[in-house]
């Protein structure tokens, strides 16, 4: 069992930035990946990003792409995501997840096990 917990939402205006922090405890030795994504009202939950567990793949969807930055560091068990030019089409809740061992793709909600109670990002206009 893995379990991660998410700190760091927050209201900003648009332009700001936020990080969002995902700290994981239990079995994380047998960690895949880590990813964040986030749910609209009124919207599907969609993949945010993603970093493998030793850190050297990361991936984002296209929405975020040189906005958003995934980092880990591996001595806290900790996954930030460093979100900035912040739109208000960011608003939603952000859940941060983990992947148990395998190697599913890292943008499919399937691929991950374990999951946070989310963190909500509110962008003002």
């Known amino acids: 069992q893995v379990q991660v917990v998410e700190s760091g939402g927050g209201l900003v205006q648009a332009g700001g930035s936020l990080r969002l922090s995902c700290a994981a405890s239990?079995?994380?030795?047998?960690?895949?990946?880590m990813g964040w994504f986030r749910q609209a009202p009124g919207k599907e939950r969609e993949f945010v990003a993603a970093?493998?567990?030793?850190?050297?793949?990361?991936h984002y969807a296209d929405s975020v792409k040189g906005r958003f930055l995934i980092s880990r560091d591996a001595g806290k068990n900790t996954v930030y995501l460093q979100m900035n030019g912040l739109k208000p089409e960011d608003t939603a809740v952000y859940y941060c997840?983990?992947?148990?061992?395998?190697?599913?793709?890292?943008?499919?909600?399937?691929?991950?096990?374990?999951w946070g109670q989310g963190t909500q990002v509110t962008v003002s206009s």
């Open positions: 970093i493998s567990w030793g850190g050297g793949s990361t």
């Open positions: 239990g079995r994380t030795f047998s960690t895949y990946a």
């Open positions: 997840a983990a992947a148990a061992a395998g190697n599913g793709a890292m943008g499919l909600q399937e691929t991950y096990d374990y």
